[in-house]
T-cell receptor
């Protein structure tokens, strides 16, 4: 069964460092998303991406964040200068079209120290 | 603004007992509604969804949910819980007019199952 895969599963980084979280969406999907879940809190929408551009982003997704689809398979989330409060589980998701459900990856746990 | 409320943070049931997890949403139009499950250290797995039509929807793992417009609710049920159902359950809503652009999640309900 096709699935969304995310790497790494866990990343530890020092405050101020850049980090790139990687995702391989399901191959025929066209809509891509990043969500995050701070420990003990609800899952929050970060950004949606379609046709090589951001279609919607939340207030969390400030200038420190960027997304990219560098080739036909990967979808990345970059945090330019990490802060302690960026520590969270980051989930990638993909969907075939706008109205079907999205499929989530297993998540990357980011720890900023 | 759209919101999702899951009133129960923790629920404990005995194996074999029935289960109902509550979800209420705040949204002006008919929403798309979802239930996801997250096992420890795992990602989010879709249990079931409601888009339109029959208000009682069946999902995987023996779960079902009923959409009640009058109560703005989408409660998740299972007639007989198994120990493997212990996990965190999230209700979510998505904007209908904008299509599938953004899921809004509830805070989650953590389910513990006693043997």
């Amino acid at each position: 069964e096709p699935e969304v895969t995310q790497t790494p599963s866990h990343q530890v980084t020092q405050m101020g460092q850049e980090v790139i979280l990687r995702c391989v969406p399901i191959s025929n999907h066209l809509y891509f998303y990043w969500y995050r879940q701070i420990l003990g809190q609800k899952v929050e929408f970060l950004v949606s991406f379609y046709n090589n551009e951001i279609s919607e982003k939340s207030e969390i997704f400030d200038d420190q964040f960027s997304v990219e689809r560098p080739d036909g398979s990967n979808f990345t989330l970059k945090i330019r200068s990490t802060k302690l409060e960026d520590s969270a589980m980051y989930f990638c998701a993909s969907g075939e079209n706008k109205v079907t459900e999205a499929f989530f990856g297993q998540g990357t746990r980011l720890t900023v120290v | 603004a759209q919101s999702v409320t899951q009133p129960d943070i923790h629920i404990t049931v005995s194996e074999g007992a029935s289960l109902e997890l509550r979800c209420n949403y705040s949204y002006g139009a008919t929403p798309y509604l979802f239930w996801y499950v997250q096992s420890p250290g795992q990602g989010l797995q879709l249990l079931l969804k409601y888009f339109s039509g029959d208000t009682l929807v069946q999902g995987i793992k023996g779960f079902e949910a009923e959409f009640k417009r009058s109560q703005s609710s989408f409660n998740l049920r299972k007639p007989s819980v198994h120990w493997s159902d212990a996990a965190e359950y999230f209700c979510a809503v998505v904007l209908l007019s904008g299509g599938y652009n953004k899921l809004i999640f509830g805070a989650g309900t953590r389910l513990a199952v006693h043997p």
